[in-house]
């Protein structure tokens, strides 16, 4: 069964270095997602992804984050100077259509868990 | 207001036992609900959708209340593998993000 595959599963970071979370979503799907969750709280929409182009972000995706398709099989999530408050889980997510039409269920990835020091 | 509230938890109940849980969502203007499954450090899994007529997948039976803005999750004859956190998650027409709850952890005890 196709899955979602994120790397690196654990990524330590000092305050101030930037990061890049990869995922790469199955391969027919043409909606991508990050949340984070923030431990022992809940999953957090940052931003979607459909056409090359952010479809929608959240509060928390602010100027530090970006996300980028680089080729045809990876998305990616740079955030550009890492504060303590971004030590997360974070879940990378895809669907074949858009969330709430039929085929647009959205699976996630297994999770990069980002620690920052 | 919380958009998606749901009792934490944790339900302790013993193998067989059936096990309700309960979910209040406060955008009246959702139209898809969710339950998804989370292991203890793992990602989101889907374990069923909500539809207006109820719906059943084995021993979990998910019902919808539009006109109270509930929604809550059955599970008959509890297995030690059903132990995990349970997430309500709703969707609003014409938005991508999926609102999920808090969760509502569940052990089940041999």
């Known amino acids: 069964e196709p899955e979602v595959t994120q790397t690196p599963s654990h990524q330590v970071t000092q305050m101030g270095q930037e990061v890049i979370l990869r995922c790469v979503p199955i391969?027919?799907?043409?909606?991508f997602y990050w949340y984070r969750q923030i431990l022992g709280q809940k999953v957090e929409f940052l931003v979607s992804?459909?056409?090359?182009?952010?479809?929608?972000k959240s509060e928390i995706f602010d100027d530090q984050f970006s996300v980028e398709r680089p080729d045809g099989s990876n998305f990616t999530l740079k955030i550009r100077s890492t504060k303590l408050e971004d030590s997360a889980m974070y879940f990378c997510?895809?669907?074949?259509?858009?969330?709430?039409?039929?085929?647009?269920?959205?699976?996630f990835g297994p999770g990069t868990r980002l620690t920052v020091l | 207001r919380k958009e998606v509230e749901q009792d934490p938890g944790p339900f302790n109940v013993p193998e067989g036992a059936t096990v309700a849980f309960n979910c209040t969502y406060s955008?009246?203007?959702?139209?898809?609900f969710f339950w998804y499954r989370q292991d203890c450090r793992k990602e989101p899994k889907l374990l069923m959708s909500?539809?207006?007529s109820g719906n059943e997948d084995g021993r979990f039976t998910a019902q919808l209340n539009r006109a109270s803005q509930y929604i809550s999750l059955l599970i008959r004859d509890s297995k030690l593998s059903d132990s995990a956190t349970y997430l309500c998650?709703?969707?609003?027409?014409?938005?991508?993000?999926?609102?999920f709850g808090k969760g509502t952890r569940l052990s089940v005890i041999a």
């Open positions: 997510a895809s669907s074949e259509r858009r969330t709430g039409q039929t085929l647009g269920t959205q699976y």
């Open positions: 909500v539809y207006s």
């Open positions: 998650v709703v969707n609003t027409p014409g938005n991508t993000p999926l609102v």
């Open positions: 391969s027919n799907h043409l909606y």
């Open positions: 992804f459909y056409n090359n182009e952010i479809s929608e």
């Open positions: 955008n009246s203007a959702s139209q898809s």
